[in-house]
């Protein structure tokens, strides 16, 4: 794949990503019960202790995270890459700490949780590829003739 295609990619899971997160902080906002799949998992989830961090909803640090990936998506340069690779990975591992957190410690799932989660899965993997491309065509133009 082309760099173009993986950053293409990244960018509507992304805005999958927004969607997802979007919706989760609105409903934290306006003070309603998420429409949920399976039974009341949502809700429970939504209303536990692990919904928030340091007072911020957990569905906005991923609404922000997704932007700023997108965001980082929109511009060029090495570092931008880095940046928006780590954030993804960042994001990646805390969506882990969350859903093991769902399944061990609140015993619920909430469907858009698990959503938001495969999607920073995705996002990792295709920002892996993108950085691994672009180092090992930065090492192949450093390389000897």
């Keep these: 794949m082309t760099d173009t295609a993986l950053r293409r990619t990244s960018e509507g899971l992304c805005l999958l990503g927004v969607g997802i997160a979007g919706y989760l902080t609105y409903v934290h906002y306006a003070g309603l019960h998420p429409i949920c799949e399976i039974g ?70 909430c469907t858009w949780c698990v959503s938001s989660a495969i999607v920073f899965t995705l996002l990792a993997s295709v920002s892996s590829c993108r950085v691994l491309r672009a180092d090992s065509a930065r090492a192949s133009t450093l390389a000897p003739a």
Excluded: W
């Design 40 to 109: 009341h998992g949502c809700e429970t989830v939504q209303t536990s202790r692990y919904a928030s961090l340091l007072g911020i909803p957990v569905a906005l640090l991923g609404l922000i995270s997704y932007i700023l990936i997108l965001v980082s998506l929109r511009l060029r340069g090495e570092r931008v890459l880095l940046a928006g690779y780590s954030l993804g990975i960042v994001a990646f591992g805390f969506s882990l700490y969350l859903t093991y957190r769902e399944l061990f410690t609140i015993h619920a799932i």
